[in-house]
């Protein structure tokens, strides 16, 4: 049974950074894409950052690009959002999830809460 579990959120000021950390899963299988998303409040969840279990391939949202940055440490098993110039609209509860490529698992994390705010 997998269970992600975020950590590293909080109340962060504009412009600032915050590094979330999601555990829980061996992020170094090469046939899971892992994942970063995010849900703001009466919006839909949507993509922040994904790469693939080899590391060989990374893409972000739009809204993302240039300021976060999504990793992993295969020995410590842990999957990282680098987050830096943080912006109001980034404030949204921030997901990990790591998805099979073929065979249809899916799971995600409880999620941990972002707020930038003044």
């Known amino acids: 049974q997998v269970q992600l579990v975020e950590s590293g959120g909080g109340l962060v000021q504009p412009g600032g950074s915050l590094r979330l950390s999601c555990t829980g899963f061996d992020f170094s299988l090469g046939a899971y894409v892992l994942g970063w998303y995010r849900q703001a409040p009466g919006k839909e969840r949507e993509l922040v950052a994904t790469?693939?279990?080899?590391?060989?391939?990374?893409d972000y949202g739009d809204s993302v690009k240039g300021r976060f940055t999504i990793s992993k440490d295969n020995v410590k098993k842990l999957m990282y959002l680098q987050m830096g110039d943080l912006k109001p609209e980034d404030t949204a509860v921030y997901y990990c999830?790591?998805?099979?490529?073929?065979?249809?698992?899916?799971?995600w994390g409880q999620g941990t809460q972002v707020t930038v705010s003044s």
């Open positions: 999830n790591v998805k099979h490529t073929f065979n249809g698992e899916n799971y």
């Open positions: 790469m693939t279990g080899f590391s060989r391939s990374k």
